[in-house]
Each structure stands twice: as C-alpha cells, then as structure tokens.
Nanobody, 115 residues
C-alpha cells in the first residue's frame, strides 16, 4: 500500500525558509504525480504545488515565486522548498498522490511562521 511520510516542518520567522520532504513507498514513484497541500485552522485544505511524472509544476497564486516543488526519483522523495515565508503560510502541510481511484495522504507536518 502507498505510504507517504512528510518531514521538515518546524517554526521559522517571517522571511525564513524551510524545505519539506515526502518519502513515498508502495508505488512506482516515477510514474506518479505528487502534490503538496496545506490546511490552516478554520480553513479548507488547499493545493499548494503539484508536479507531474514528467516534472511539470504548478503552484497556487499565493506561493508562486516563493515555493518550489521538486522530486528525486532515485530517492522516491518529493520536496517543497519554501522561501520568503509569511505568517499566512502557517499550516499543516500534507503530501498527496493518487493511485487509480484512491487518494493517499501523508500524516502532515506543521509549519509555523512567526511575525
């Protein structure tokens, strides 16, 4: 079964950077599209960044130019480099992928940005 494990969250001051990692197993990683979502208290879960099996990327308007999604197929890991962090970026960040009709989520990693 697909297992996604995030790491790299933490507390950072506004303007700082963090890099999140998501290690995947139980699937052919190189063939899957991978996504990063986030959910702040009282808000809907939102798509932050996505990367296709071919390496094409998309970002939400709120993080465009500040965040970068990338992957390392040899390590079965997808990354989210977050720069110029803002307090509004505070949320639990989740790694996501879809296999057939099933959605798979990591456990989430907390990112807190202080003002």
């Amino acid at each position: 079964q697909v297992l996604l494990v995030e790491s790299g969250g933490g507390l950072v001051q506004a303007g700082g950077s963090l890099r999140l990692s998501c290690a995947a197993s139980g699937m052919i990683f190189s063939l899957n599209a991978m996504d990063w979502y986030r959910q702040a208290p009282g808000k809907q879960r939102e798509l932050v960044a996505a990367i296709t099996s071919g390496g094409s990327t998309n970002y939400s308007d709120s993080v465009q130019g500040r965040f970068t999604i990338s992957k390392d197929n040899a390590k079965n890991t997808v990354y989210l480099q977050m720069n110029s962090l803002k307090p509004e970026d505070t949320a639990v960040y989740y790694c996501h992928t879809k296999k057939h009709w099933f959605n798979y989520w990591g456990q989430g990693t907390q990112v807190t940005v202080s003002s």
